[in-house]
């Protein structure tokens, strides 16, 4: 037979005419659907010429599906795909309110991830920074797609990979420690954060902890010279006498710290707020503007799944 060629066009065309409408309809109240019970006839309907003469036939032996299906009516999608449908028109919200916070809104973006609100990263891994790796987050649903993790870590291109989040970890727990000299005295030499550290010290006071996000360590080149010689590990043993009595400890502990990633569930939830109060300077009914949902779609009974 042959093989069934779609284009871009038909399938932008499927989801923007047939599968959007369906999520739509499907959040709305049930008694407001066509052919509910208490629902009105529309006068103005268009008849459908390919509308089944006789669906009760052909529907009453079908069972329900779970998912948003645009070749079914709305009666016959559970409780379960109406719910599916609002989750994804929340996350063609978000995704749609990344992109304008990209384009319209960075440098508020990054004054918003550096101010308490922003830097509150309870829960996130320890070397987690709010203004590289949540930027990086916002990037990547962008390119990859909305929470797609896997992506995420492992395009070279973000400072989530992997790798780029070892080279972090070892930049900010210990060449930021190496660096640093264990009695500062009254005129601590300067630090400067490079264009791409991940945090901002403060001089040399202690202040610059706070700004490395959940790492609470300082990334930083200071303009001395390393104390340990060329190698960072020496440097950081004598700067934190006990922590890593071996430099293949110190190794494993970055290795292992660099495997954390936080939860879809937890980034999500920091997405959200995040686009929550980056709009809100927009007006209401604006699109664009997000605000916190709560899933009004009933949840699914146990019984419904449970044979009879």
């Keep these: 037979g042959g093989r069934l060629v779609v284009t871009g066009d038909d399938v932008a065309e499927y989801y923007l005419k047939c599968f959007l409408p369906l999520c739509a309809a499907l959040i709305e109240p049930m008694d407001t659907w066509p052919g509910a019970p208490n629902s009105e006839p529309d006068p103005n309907a268009t008849p459908n010429p390919n509308a089944d003469p006789n669906p009760d036939a052909k529907t009453t032996s079908r069972p329900p599906v779970d998912y948003p299906d645009p070749s079914r009516p709305l009666h016959e999608h559970t409780p379960l795909a109406r719910r599916m449908a609002l989750r994804f028109l929340r996350r063609q919200q978000m995704l749609r309110a990344v992109r304008f916070i990209l384009a319209r809104r960075p440098d508020v973006a990054l004054t918003y991830l550096r101010s308490s609100a922003g830097r509150d990263v309870r829960g996130m891994p320890v070397w987690w920074c709010p203004w590289i790796h949540d930027v990086s987050v916002l990037v990547g649903c962008v390119h990859h797609g909305y929470m797609k993790l896997d992506s995420f870590r492992t395009d070279p291109n973000l400072p989530t990979h992997k790798e780029s989040i070892q080279v972090h970890v070892r930049r900010v727990f210990f060449e930021g420690c190496a660096r640093r000299p264990a009695d500062p005295g009254p005129s601590p030499p300067l630090i400067t954060a490079t264009a791409t550290s991940p945090t901002e010290a403060k001089g040399g006071n202690g202040d610059g902890g706070g700004d490395s996000g959940g ?52 980034l999500e939830a920091r997405i959200e707020n995040m686009c929550v109060e980056l709009t809100k300077p927009l007006p209401f009914g604006n699109p664009l503007r997000v605000r916190h949902c709560v899933l009004s779609v009933p949840q699914p009974r146990l019984d419904e799944f449970i044979p009879t």
Excluded: I, Y
Aim: hydrophobic content about 45%; proline content about 6%; charged content about 15%.
């Design 215 to 266: 790492s609470g360590a300082a990334s930083a080149s200071s303009a001395g010279e390393n104390p340990g010689g060329n190698g960072f590990l020496p440097g950081m043993r004598a700067q934190a006498a006990g922590v890593f009595s071996r430099a293949d400890a110190a190794d494993e502990w970055a290795t292992a710290v660099a495997e954390h990633f936080p939860a879809q569930k937890l």
